[in-house]
């Protein structure tokens, strides 16, 4: 029985089992930089329009703000998959794996409450209260679903998915691993040990978890879970974006280096070390299952023989 959480990548095409076959054969608008170019040509005009709409309705509400990068997301991923890709029915995103977000949120809430355990024990995290008049659900919508969705249909869904067709999976890692790092850089309280730190830890394992299960369920769980749990529970700053206002009132203590400090428990080294180690994790079952996409230029070296022997027969 195939596990619906991680399917193996399909033989036939030689490509990440969720990306159609198109390339080098199929017309240039199905190649994956028009692809992703047309991704972010969509992306900045849904930010436009429904930024205007958010402004036009609420202009002073963090929530409808964080709902227009929703919407402009899903507009833009959709009209990739279903125009250029021609995929009506996207794997990643298939309704009856809807599982794999239970997954992901199980993940994502344990990591979290684990590291800030450890961290807590090494005396770098402080509990000084609890404020039950927090509103929760405008933190869970924002922190949890519109960035949890709106990442990594960018980074997992996009930038990896469509990168790693080209350039194999440990290209895809390094590229779409940097980029999350460094577009955390722009949040109001973010420090570039901070941004490496998150493109090390949330950038590698985020896209090796994709690699592994092919599911965006279970990366967007991971995130959505971990945002949540570390800034509406635990009061910590998420990614240096203050919004580190939870049901427990807290601060950090001690080195930077053990808590964090403002750009949150991501830039501990504590977190560093326990993502990393799933990070091994995962690559560890991707190599041993023979599913790691190589570049494409060594994959059609190995077709060409193959089609060579096919059409003599």
Known sequence: MVNPLAPPPRRSDG???DSPWGWPAAPWWRHPGVRLLGFALVMVVGLMVFGTLAVLIAPHSDAVGATSELAASLTAYFAVVIRLEQRR????LALHRWRGLAAGLAIGALMCAGV???VAALGGYVVTGVDWSRPAVGEIWVLGV???VSEELIFRGMVFRLT???VGTWGALVISGALFGLIHRANPHATWAGAVAIAIEAGLSFGLLYALTRSLWVVIGVHA?????EGAVFGIDVSGS???RGVLVSHAAGPALLSGGRFGIEASVVSVACWTLLSIGCAVVLVRGHR???PSWTRHRRLRPAARVADAG
Do not use: R
């Open 15 to 17: 490509l990440a089992d």
């Open 89 to 92: 029915h996207p794997v990643e």
């Open 116 to 118: 800030v355990a450890v």
């Open 146 to 148: 519109v960035a949890g």
């Open 164 to 166: 790693e067709s080209v």
């Open 225 to 229: 879970a971990w945002n949540v749990v």
């Open 242 to 244: 203050g919004t580190g």
């Open 292 to 294: 790691i996409i190589a």
